[in-house]
């Protein structure tokens, strides 16, 4: 049909197609799309958690694949899978803190990717994961595969606290993760780890560093470190393999000190050479945050809640002897974990279960007596979870410490 139109309409038309479509050198615009983007895929993992019966929470560390794809002007990134909106906002702030250095990423379809394909995923946590998984495609460095890292981005590159910490540096240990990557404010999380019998072999596994910016994540993150980064690492690699040869007897030994505080030199956001010279000279945490106290009491006491929520009446069948003195054990073992400002709590617990015990343990219909005394221990255990809830100072601290 074109070519029945006059000459010069033709020409016109052509001219017109040209212009909309962009200049003829269109091999030279596809060889810089293909020089902007260095790397084609990567690879990182973050630190995911799932809450369990009772409050606690799991941990793992799973894969995170960037591929690049066919050319596409102005690129767009997506993510496959089942995922929440706010992992889909994550993911957007983090590829628009990508393009403030990047503005074409490349030029490409980007598909972002979980090795483990199946279960729905959510929450900001990946973000921090998201911008240096771009930025190794971008900057081309490689991520070394024994790092995994949590935290939640704002557009300016800033990394954000999140929740679950705790869980997710078990989960990262139990996957085999060496080195990981939290927020700064989340620091007081790691406390969680280091008040139980296993805390040196916890500091034997992990090398936990704290950042506050992705640049920080990035440092830690790629393979080629700088020089600073790199011989910290290696550095408590060796005081890590005294402390697996000799376990505690090693953080009393000069020599390993002398790591620690070497590592702390060359890198003040190792947050595990900060705990385990903390240990070693006697300042280590005693107590857990009071985030986990409440989470342990509360684990602990779960069978007495499910039984007062199910709205059926009290019995020794809902509540066998068996599960009570277990639950009275528990609990007492948790007074000397419990942070300071929770034990008022632990101990309301403990009078209310008490009392639960007593009026079963008389092997009579519940009376009206019994119920009022089960009611008065049940309101004075509101009334410290209430305290707690409206000290404003202590929900700021507890805000900060990011179980």
Not at 300 to 309: D, G, I, T
Not at 311 to 320: D, F, Q, S
């Amino acid at each position: 049909m074109l070519l029945r139109q006059p000459l010069w309409k033709v020409v016109r038309l052509a001219l017109v197609a040209a212009a909309a479509i962009g200049p003829l050198a269109a091999p030279r615009d596809a060889r810089a799309a293909d020089e902007e983007l260095k790397r084609r895929q990567a690879t990182i993992k973050g630190l995911v958690v799932r809450k369990l019966d009772g409050g606690k929470r799991a941990g793992a560390a799973i894969g995170i694949v960037a591929t690049a794809g066919q050319r596409f002007p102005g690129g767009q990134v997506a993510i496959r899978g089942t995922i929440g909106p706010s992992m889909e906002s994550a993911l957007k702030e983090a590829e628009r803190y990508v393009r403030v250095e990047h503005p074409d990423l490349g030029n490409v379809d980007i598909q972002v990717s979980f090795e483990e394909r199946y279960a729905p995923k959510d929450g900001g946590s990946a973000g921090t994961a998201f911008a240096v998984l771009l930025r190794s495609l971008t900057d081309g460095y490689a991520v070394d595969p024994n790092v995994s890292m949590t935290g939640d981005i704002a557009v300016n590159g800033t990394v954000q606290p999140i929740g679950g910490v705790t869980a997710k540096l078990r989960g990262s240990r139990q996957d085999g993760g060496m080195i990981v990557v939290i927020p700064k404010a989340n620091v007081p999380a790691v406390a969680d780890l280091l008040v139980g019998p296993d805390k040196v072999e916890v500091l034997a596994d992990l090398q936990v560093f704290s950042v506050e910016t992705v640049d920080q994540a990035v440092a830690v993150a790629r393979v080629d470190r700088g020089e600073k980064v790199a011989t910290a690492i290696k550095t408590y690699a060796d005081a890590q393999a005294a402390m697996k040869a000799r376990k505690a007897a090693a953080l009393s030994d000069p020599a390993v000190q002398r790591m620690l505080r070497t590592v702390l030199d060359l890198a003040p956001n190792h947050v595990s050479a900060k705990y385990a010279l903390d240990i070693a000279t006697g300042k280590g945490p005693r107590t857990l945050t009071r985030n986990a106290s409440l989470i342990e009491v509360f684990a602990v006491s779960e069978p007495f809640a499910a039984a007062m929520n199910s709205g059926e009446k009290l019995t020794r069948e809902a509540l066998p002897t068996t599960t009570v003195r277990q639950v009275q054990r528990d609990l007492q073992a948790t007074r000397r974990l419990v942070h300071p400002d929770v034990e008022p709590l632990r101990l309301a617990v403990s009078d209310w279960i008490d009392a639960i015990d007593r009026v079963l343990s008389a092997n009579r219909p519940i009376s009206k007596e019994d119920a009022a005394v089960i009611a008065r221990r049940r309101d004075a255990l509101r009334a410290a979870l209430k305290r707690l809830e409206s000290d404003e100072a202590l929900v700021e601290k507890m805000m900060r410490e990011g179980y």
